[in-house]
Antibody
Framework: QVQLVESGGGVVQPGRSLKLSCEAS????????INWVRQAQGKGLEWLAVISSDGRNEHYADSVKGRFTISRDSSKNTVFLQMRSLRAEDSAVYYC??????????????WGHGTLVTVSS | DIQMTHSPSSLSASVGDTVTISCRAS??????LNWYQKKPGEAPKLLIS???SLQNGVPSRFSGSGSGTDFTLTIRSLQLEDFATYYCQQRSATPPTFGPGTKVEIK
């Protein structure tokens, strides 16, 4: 069955960096785009980024463009989210979500359990 | 970006009730509209895709309708496990955007 497991969350100071991982299994990793979505405490869901199945195309939300970078390693069936210049408002649970196609159809059927990022001094 | 709004933002209901949640898009998204259920500490669950297509395994008491800018999620005969927050999401354009959610609470 499809499994997505996020890791890498934790407490980080404002202005610092953090890299999240999303390890995938149970499907043909090279055939599907992967997205990152977050939810701050008491807030709604916010889409952040998508990377195509071949890793050649990416899109970002304006709120993270220029600070976050999504990438994937097909040898490890893993997608990464490199987060830089972190702010308090980046504190949230970060989910990876498998797309329904090779690039950005944005049907999020399968999700990971999430990893908590707290930006605080 | 396409803005999504919900109404109401929250509602109180009893087991067995029928509840209706509305979602509006700031522009025509045809039927590129998904509905998710979110419970605290759990990942979101896709209930309905393309405005009205029930996902495998989702109880038939859930239904969706609408097209263009106005959409509805209906839950008939509300069960205890249905108390959660519900989000609509448009996938007509990048970035995909979610509504602010409707919290369904126990009366």
């Amino acid at each position: 069955q499809v499994q997505l497991v996020e890791s890498g969350g934790g407490v980080v100071q404002p202005g610092r960096s953090l890299k999240l991982s999303c390890e995938a299994s149970g499907f043909t990793f090279s055939s599907y785009a992967i997205n990152w979505v977050r939810q701050a405490q008491g807030k709604g869901l916010e889409w952040l980024a998508v990377i195509s199945s071949d890793g050649r195309n990416e899109h970002y939300a304006d709120s993270v463009k220029g600070r976050f970078t999504i990438s994937r390693d097909s040898s490890k069936n893993t997608v990464f989210l490199q987060m830089r210049s972190l702010r308090a408002e980046d504190s949230a649970v970060y989910y990876c979500a498998k797309d329904s196609s090779a690039f950005g159809d944005y049907d999020f059927v399968h999700w990971g359990h999430g990893t908590l990022v707290t930006v605080s001094s | 970006d396409i803005q999504m709004t919900h109404s109401p933002s929250s509602l109180s209901a009893s087991v067995g009730d029928t509840v209706t949640i509305s979602c509006r898009a700031s522009q025509n998204i045809r039927t590129y509209l998904n509905w998710y259920q979110k419970k605290p500490g759990e990942a979101p669950k896709l209930l309905i895709s393309d405005a009205s297509s029930l996902q495998n395994g989702v109880p038939s008491r859930f239904s969706g309708s609408g097209s263009g800018t106005d959409f509805t999620l209906t839950i008939r005969s509300l069960q205890l496990e249905d108390f959660a927050t519900y989000y609509c999401q448009q996938r007509s354009a990048t970035p995909p955007t979610f509504g602010p959610g409707t919290k369904v609470e126990i009366k």
